[in-house]
């Protein structure tokens, strides 16, 4: 039934940040268990109690089943491992009007030239992932410039640099160390690579995770950084009295309504799609008295701008 006049027609939701987490992804957590108490896939989710991810199409119909449940039209999945973008890439190869795929890489790693030129091309992924904290490496060496280059080589590529607090739940559960080094996570570091290539768009994600005037600073110096509203945003706690909703109304004011990215963090099943997420911003947003032409943009339409549906660079 077609819907009444005037009336609009639902919003559309695309999630910017999902993590993928295929047998790939347990596979190098149990890896990476003390000498002696490695353990395999099937051991890492049945510890943490989770739902076992199958083979990356099984995991990306399941994705694809929970999306349509959600009725999330599009999102983002993210290889959350350096080494793992093969299983988002068949994840997008197998739903490519659903799924854009995103992969970590460690510039520090022998093979990341390589790697990052085979997601792209081969795999046809749209954006390179630095977590810059987690592997200890400063945003200004070399390494990542050669990094950002490669994106910058390949239209339509985007770059995610996590900053900000970097805490990984799963590493927790398991018993795993988190050597991270929160020094290199700083918003500031992304302005030169943003000012250095205006035609590539940088994506921080979690508002900065806790450094949101930085966040908000480098912003507004580069019309290319966009920030994405994902997870809880637990580390509003460090600023006292802060509210999601001041958080909207000062990136808004900022880098205005173009550049919000919404997301989720959703990574894991059973539990899926974290729909509580969704209603949270939501109801931050219709507080502030957002209209909402601009609330479709950030759930919806900005997404679809910097990943147009229906593009690939797949042969």
């Known amino acids: 039934m077609s819907s009444l006049r005037g009336e609009r027609p639902p919003r559309r939701i695309n999630d910017a940040h999902c993590h993928f987490f295929s047998e790939q ?39 694809a089943q929970e999306l349509d449940r959600q009725g999330v039209a599009r999102a983002a999945l993210i290889a959350s491992v350096p080494g793992d973008e093969g299983s988002v890439g068949s994840a997008v190869a197998r739903h490519p009007s659903r799924f854009v795929g995103f992969c970590m890489i460690d510039p520090t790693a022998p093979d990341a ?49 996590h900053c900000g607090a970097l805490s990984v739940g799963v590493r927790k559960k398991l018993g795993l160390p988190s050597r991270f080094d929160v020094r290199f996570g700083n918003p500031l570091d992304v302005h030169a690579l943003a000012a250095e290539h205006p035609g590539v ?18 912003a507004d110096l580069c019309p290319n950084i966009f920030l994405d509203t994902s997870s809880t945003n637990r580390w ?47 109801s931050a947003l219709e507080f502030e008295g957002v209209d909402e032409t601009v609330r479709r943009r950030i759930f919806g339409g900005n997404f679809d701008r910097l990943f147009p549906a229906g593009t690939s660079r797949l042969p």
């Open 236 to 282: 509003m706690a460090y600023q006292p009295s802060l509210t999601l909703t001041d958080v909207f109304r000062q990136a808004l004011q900022v880098a205005g309504p173009d550049r919000l990215l919404f997301g989720t963090d959703s990574s894991f099943f059973p539990r899926g799609w974290t729909r509580q997420v969704y209603e949270a911003q939501v």
């Open 201 to 218: 768009p940088f994506i921080i994600p979690h508002f900065g995770a806790g450094l949101l005037r930085e966040a908000l600073l480098v």
């Open 25 to 63: 992804f347990f596979v190098t957590l149990g890896r990476q268990r003390p000498a002696g108490s490695q353990q395999s896939a099937a051991e890492i989710v049945s510890v943490l109690g989770w739902d076992p991810p199958g083979s990356s199409d099984a995991l990306a119909d399941r994705w």
């Open 113 to 161: 030239i390589s790697r990052a030129e085979h997601a792209l091309e081969a795999l046809g992924l749209r954006c390179l992932c630095l977590f810059p904290a987690m592997q200890r490496y400063s945003l200004y060496d070399p390494r990542v410039a050669d990094i950002v280059a490669i994106a910058a080589g390949h239209a339509g590529t985007a770059v995610f640099v």
